[in-house]
């Protein structure tokens, strides 16, 4: 079994959000419908636009950052997988 998160995903300001790790078998999906972000493993991230998706690990420190002044809206889903 497993479990899904959906959220309503904005971001403000240009500062980096960071995420502790999560538990193992975290992973977190994102599709961003508006505006620019940096996301994914604080080691790693990588920028996504509109109309991007990206899916990573969160079971290490992550963050979110907005690049630019345009809005940022996307679909954020977290699962957790108890296997």
């Known amino acids: 079994p497993s479990s899904l998160e959906i959220y309503d ?3 403000h300001g240009t500062a980096a959000q960071y995420s502790a790790a999560h ?9 961003l ?3 620019r972000v940096r996301v994914g493993p604080s080691v790693e991230p990588i920028e996504l636009s509109a109309g991007d ?5 969160a079971s290490q420190e992550h ?3 907005r690049i630019g002044r345009a809005d940022v809206r ?3 889903f977290i699962t957790l997988s108890d296997a």
């Open 74 to 76: 996307g679909s954020l």
């Open 23 to 31: 538990p193992q078998g975290t992973r977190e999906h994102l599709h």
């Open 9 to 11: 995903f904005r971001l």
């Open 53 to 57: 998706y990206v899916t990573f690990d």
């Open 33 to 35: 419908h508006s505006g």
């Open 63 to 65: 963050l979110y950052q």
